[in-house]
């Protein structure tokens, strides 16, 4: 199992912290004579520009300095910095998104991630479009909590939106960027921009990267979990009067790696002799890969009119990725057998102990292939600002089409003998998606207003395919057609639709200059499915999981100190989720792995966000954020003889919480700059089932910078650190029960440190 962390560095960093606040004084009569205070942070979360301090909605944003001043690389790290986010990836192209107890590791085609993800305001449908490095951003927005008015596409549990910078007119300018660091670590960063006339502007960025892996595969010798990426973003932005303008975005991205580590952390019985010494070092069977491709294009026009203004989006993608590893992280020779019902001549060993004692019991060589492509367009119109009503309305439309393949070559050694064989299912589906929304917002008066919205939304999915191969989960290795029979194969399709209202209120209240109070209520929707992965019959293979829906309530309060030198904004939340698709393992038998499907259930979330920004001098600033989470099933939901009502939500640890100081002085005519971040989870249970054996102990990271930036913030160096203690923390967690229970973990990089040296021109 995970070994539990000491609190000893972290309390020392907290020390450190504390000391360093009542060492440097904080008064008013400072307050008046430097005159100096945070800047103004502008979001887009409700699809117009406002203040972050008077937005009624429980949203994080990371600025594009921000995030190159905490070294923030990829959604991960952003993850970790925003309370009730919780981020894991089994694998590179496949990420499980989580916010304040609700999400979704369902891979299957016919499902869909409960946590929207939005570039520029498109709807990626595919977890491969945000695995990617995060580059050429101004800005990235994580709104929580059910967004169903204004986002709705599956936003149960909240939305992150990345936001691009758009070519300028005003002239040309560019960067470039090089990092080398340990693991042969080269990455590159760099953009362009140039107007091409007084209307029209281009804009082109870039970035590639190319890493030594983390671990090592005994078995072969060679490093995996590496990464090589490359990312390519062209932009066109055309301004033909002042009141309209269009930007037309076409983007790729290639990713190719093998698959990281999966480590025997724990085993019931004849496991535990193949438990590696080292959590990132193990010997498999085979290397495998990791490859992924993600390509789009976007068309996007505002046409500022008397009336208000039509926005426009177009958007086209495609999401490919093929996924080749042993899951069951053993080193098989599959040609030594003992069969204690076959012929003996064939037996190459003489008992089953022998053969226990040349490898695990199992082998779980896995393919995953899914190819697929999207078309979208949102209309939107907002009107004039002008008077004490304000509303905005719009059309949304969607049609995403995968096509997915899962194939297994598989090696048990169990009391019965040795089982080998192949399965495989291949899966497509169709699904159309509209919705229709709007909402208004009435001032009742400088201070007071009232905001209601509603949103209908309809998704039909076609979803088909077949099912073949030897099975290892029955007593004949077969299938079950949808008629009783037992058969080496079957095809299916079957068709649903789902529609659902999701209204919303707010009232805020702007109490003073630097108190903003609001309170919310909004639901949110996810459409049904179905679940594509090891259908050992037809009738599951068509039988479709409910949508699930979530209500919440929310207070929350904005608020500024000290000449707005000092910010402090929470949120309290009950948020009611109603048939949750939950992901589980259900037995097969007393000597065969359990089998995936996903049942609905209902729960309840409620917790408490505090985020805080303090300028404590004009060279010292400290922020950070916590985020209380209760997240339990309330209702009856039966997994083999086991009920999980009263269980924890997975994913959902109950305390989590970052800090993070930044100090600058001059060295000569630069300036020099430290920072330190530490980031805090509490312990909590990978999976519903609350078993023991899926539970994650606390964990932290501590991430350090020292940068030079010259005078005219021409050029900069940094040397960088990220996870500073060398902490071994939990990307993924597995719990397989063939003979006997056995733990598979993967983890977050190690330490990692480097320089990044940036030239602007």
């Known amino acids: 199992m995970t070994m539990r962390h000491q609190p000893t560095t972290r309390l020392n960093y907290l020390a450190l912290t504390i000391a360093a606040l009542v060492a440097t004084p904080i008064t008013p009569v400072m307050a008046e004579q430097k005159k100096f205070a945070l800047e103004e942070v502008l979001v887009t979360a409700r699809h117009k520009s406002e203040s972050l301090q008077s937005t ?75 695995t990617g490095d995060l580059f050429d951003l101004a800005r990235v927005e994580v709104l ?64 590639t990267l190319v890493r030594d892996g983390y671990g090592k595969n005994r078995h072969t010798g060679n490093a995996v979990d590496d990464s090589e990426r490359y ?60 490859k992924s491709r993600t390509e789009g294009v976007s068309l996007r026009a505002d046409w500022n009119t008397d009336a208000g203004t039509f926005t426009s989006i177009t958007a086209y993608r495609q999401n490919d990725y093929s996924i080749f ?214 009738l599951e293979a068509i039988t479709p999981f409910e949508p699930e829906t979530a209500v919440n309530h929310e207070f929350g309060f904005k608020t500024q100190w000290l000449d707005n030198r000092i910010q402090l904004n929470g949120a309290v939340f009950i948020t009611d989720y109603e048939d949750i698709q939950n992901q589980v393992w259900v037995s097969t038998g007393d000597s065969t792995p359990d089998n995936l499907q996903v049942l609905n259930g209902s729960g309840k979330a409620k917790g408490a966000e505090l985020e805080f920004t ?32 009263g269980n924890d939500m997975r994913r959902s640890p109950a305390h989590s919480f970052n800090i993070a100081t930044s100090y600058d002085w001059q060295v000569g005519d630069n300036t020099a700059n430290f920072r330190i971040d530490y980031r805090y989870q509490d312990e909590y249970f990978f999976d519903n089932s609350n078993n023991p054996l899926t539970q994650v102990a606390s964990e932290y990271s501590v991430d350090a910078s020292l940068k030079l930036t010259s005078s005219d913030s021409s050029w900069s160096v940094k040397l960088w650190g990220k996870n500073l203690t060398d902490e071994l923390n939990v990307a993924s967690s597995t719990v397989y029960a063939a003979w006997d229970d056995t733990v598979f973990n993967v983890y977050h990089p190690p330490r990692t440190y480097g320089i990044t040296g940036s030239y602007n021109f």
Do not use: C
């Not at 670590?185 to 970035?207: C, H, M, Q, R, W």
């Not at 698959?259 to 724990?266: D, E, F, L, M, S």
């Not at 004009?618 to 954020?625: A, L, R, Y």
């Not at 009856?636 to 009920?643: K, T």
């Open 56 to 130: 009624p909605v429980a949203v994080s944003a990371f600025s594009e300095s921000l995030m190159k001043d905490a070294n923030i690389t990829g959604l991960d790290d952003i993850a970790g910095r925003v309370p009730g986010f919780q981020m894991n990836a089994y694998n590179a192209a496949e990420p499980e998104l989580f916010m304040r107890g609700i999400g979704s590791d369902i891979e299957s085609a016919g499902a869909a991630a409960a946590i929207g993800i939005y570039i520029d305001g498109v709807y990626i449908s595919r977890g491969t479009g945000a």
């Open 144 to 207: 929580r909590g059910p967004q169903g008015t204004l986002y709705g596409k599956n936003v149960v549990g909240g939305a992150v939106n990345f936001i691009t910078k758009k070519p300028s007119l005003e002239g040309s300018e560019g960067s470039v960027e090089v990092t080398l660091g340990d693991y042969q670590l080269f990455e590159t960063k760099a953009y362009y921009n140039t107007p091409i006339s007084d209307t029209v502007a281009a804009k082109v960025a870039g970035t």
């Open 231 to 290: 990312s390519l973003r062209g932009q066109v932005l055309v301004q033909p009067s002042a009141d309209l303008e269009i930007v037309l975005s076409a983007d790729g991205s290639h990713a190719n790696g093998k698959p990281r580590v999966k480590h025997i952390a724990y085993s019931e019985g004849r496991n535990q002799a193949f438990i590696s010494d080292d959590e990132r070092e193990d010997s498999s069977t085979v290397d495998g890969f990791e």
């Open 325 to 538: 590893e042993n899951a069951a992280a053993g080193l098989v020779d599959d040609t030594q057998v003992f069969d204690p019902w076959g012929d003996p001549a064939n037996n190459t060993v003489a008992s089953p102990e022998e053969l226990a004692m040349l490898q695990p019991d199992d082998q779980w060589l896995s393919l995953k292939d899914e190819k697929s492509n999207q078309f979208s367009q949102e209309f939107r119109f907002a009107n004039s600002a002008d008077g004490n009503i304000h509303w905005q309305a719009g059309a949304f439309f969607m049609r995403e089409d995968i096509e997915r393949l899962e194939s297994v070559d598989y090696w048990f050694d169990t009391q019965w003998g040795t089982t080998a064989g192949n399965v495989s299912n291949t899966t497509a589906n169709t699904t159309n998606s509209m919705a229709v929304f709007g909402q208004i917002t009435y001032d009742l008066s400088e201070k007071l207003s009232v905001t209601t919205g509603l949103r209908w939304s309809e998704d039909e999915k076609d979803f088909g395919g077949s099912a073949s191969g030897r099975r290892f989960d029955n007593f004949d290795n077969l299938h079950e057609d949808i008629n009783g029979n037992r058969v080496a194969s079957y095809s299916f399709n079957t068709k649903e639709s789902w529609d659902e209202w999701t209204p919303s209120l707010t009232v805020d209240y702007q109490a003073s200059d630097d108190v903003f109070l609001y309170f919310s209520y909004a639901k949110g929707y996810k459409a049904g499915g179905y679940n594509g992965e090891g259908m050992e019959k037809e």
């Open 614 to 645: 303090a300028l404590v001098t004009e060279n010292f600033n400290i922020m950070g954020s916590y985020g209380y989470l209760d997240a339990k099933f309330t209702d009856d939901l039966l997994v083999d003889d086991e009920n999980l009502k």
